[in-house]
Nanobody, 126 residues
Framework: QVHLVESGGGSVQAGGSLRLSCAAS????????VAWFRQAPGKQREGVAG?????????YYSETVKGRFTISQDNTGDTIYLQMNSLKPEDTAMYYC??????????????????WGQGTQVTVSS
């Protein structure tokens, strides 16, 4: 079992920044890949960034956030961050971190991520 807890959400004006954190615990092999997803009201859940938590840092991003968001991990791999810069009103959503035992570069298929956090709300005002 893997337990994920997100934090760091809040309200910010357009152009501002936020850093989300995902604290992970439990079965290490269940979190070889950790990704951030988001879901706005009335929209499908979409992936924004993913990272391989092994010794070789490998990250990937959706086109909508590439260049603005950065995913990273701490030394232990137990905390995954999402640094969000140049935020736009369309970034407003509930943000979730999710983990999978398998890493596939570019994978944002929610059904392949076994464990999910409870989410943290990000609101960007214009």
């Amino acid at each position: 079992q893997v337990h994920l807890v997100e934090s760091g959400g809040g309200s910010v004006q357009a152009g501002g920044s936020l850093r989300l954190s995902c604290a992970a615990s439990g079965y290490t092999y269940g979190r070889n890949c950790v990704a951030w997803f988001r879901q706005a009201p009335g929209k499908q859940r979409e992936g924004v960034a993913g990272i391989y938590t092994g010794p070789v840092d490998t990250t990937y991003y959706s086109e909508t956030v590439k260049g603005r968001f950065t995913i990273s991990q701490d030394n232990t791999g137990d905390t995954i961050y999402l640094q969000m810069n140049s935020l736009k009103p369309e970034d407003t959503a509930m943000y979730y971190c999710a983990s999978s035992g398998a890493f596939t570069y570019g994978n944002f298929n929610p059904s392949t991520f076994e464990f999910w956090g409870q989410g943290t709300q990000v609101t960007v005002s214009s």
